[in-house]
């Protein structure tokens, strides 16, 4: 079945820090990808995605690029903000099986 | 403004009572899930609905129920049948055209706590 393996959290870095947060995928099918962002109390928001291999998405200093040949979609951001503090989850979609598929997500905390 | 509207924010049940949340969208979109977010596990799927008038389970689809009678709206109950029912309920829809589903939209949330 399909599956996405994330990095455990929580983590917490210094702003303007690099962040990388892993992603691996298990699917049978061709996926889609996403990264999903999810603020205190709040639903989540789709933060970027990439629907075939070495599709790049990006948005809002955000980049995560679709590597089939190692099944991984990791989230980058080279200057982290206080505001970027959110839990981040990765999912997938294959075109076989409807329902998306998300990760245990990471917690990301930045201090001032 | 399109969007997903979830109702109540925040719901408090006592033990063997059902309870029904809300899941509205003007988004005109075919497919609506509920997904139950519990601490350190993502999230997990409960019932999904690619067209009115049908729907499929999810993973942990017991003690929940749905019905889709009109295209905009999904409800969800959890019944006391439900034995940790205890957590924060998230509704999506996305658009659902030529067998593939799209990216998700999502509601803020409901958090059900049982007394």
């Known amino acids: 079945g399909n599956s996405v393996t994330q990095m455990e959290g929580p983590v917490t870095l210094s702003e303007e820090a690099f962040l990388t947060i892993n992603c691996t995928y298990t699917a049978t099918g061709y996926p889609s990808l996403f990264w999903y962002v999810q603020y205190p109390g709040e639903g989540l928001q789709l933060l970027l995605k990439?629907?075939?291999?070495?599709d790049k998405g990006s948005n809002k200093g955000f980049e995560a690029t679709y590597r089939k040949e190692t099944t991984s979609f990791h989230l980058e951001k080279g200057s982290v903000q206080v505001s970027d503090s959110a839990v981040y989850f990765c999912?997938?979609?294959?075109?076989?099986?409807?329902?998306?598929?998300f990760g245990a997500g990471t917690r990301l905390t930045v201090k001032p | 403004d399109g969007g997903i509207t979830q109702s109540p924010k925040y719901l408090f049940r006592k033990e063997g009572q059902n309870v029904t949340l809300s899941c509205e969208q003007n988004l005109n979109h075919d497919a609506m899930y509920w997904y139950r977010q519990d601490p350190g596990q993502g999230l997990r799927l409960i019932y999904y609905s690619q067209i009115v008038n049908d729907f499929q389970k999810g993973d942990i689809a017991e003690g929940y129920s749905v019905s889709r009678e009109k295209k905009e709206s999904f409800p969800l109950t959890v019944t006391s049948a439900q034995k940790n029912p205890t957590a924060f309920y998230l509704c999506a829809s996305s658009i659902y055209a030529g067998g593939r589903t799209g990216e998700l939209f999502f509601g803020e949330g409901s958090r059900l706590t049982v007394l």
């Open positions: 999912a997938l979609i294959t075109y076989n099986n409807n329902d998306m598929r």
């Open positions: 990439a629907t075939k291999a070495d």
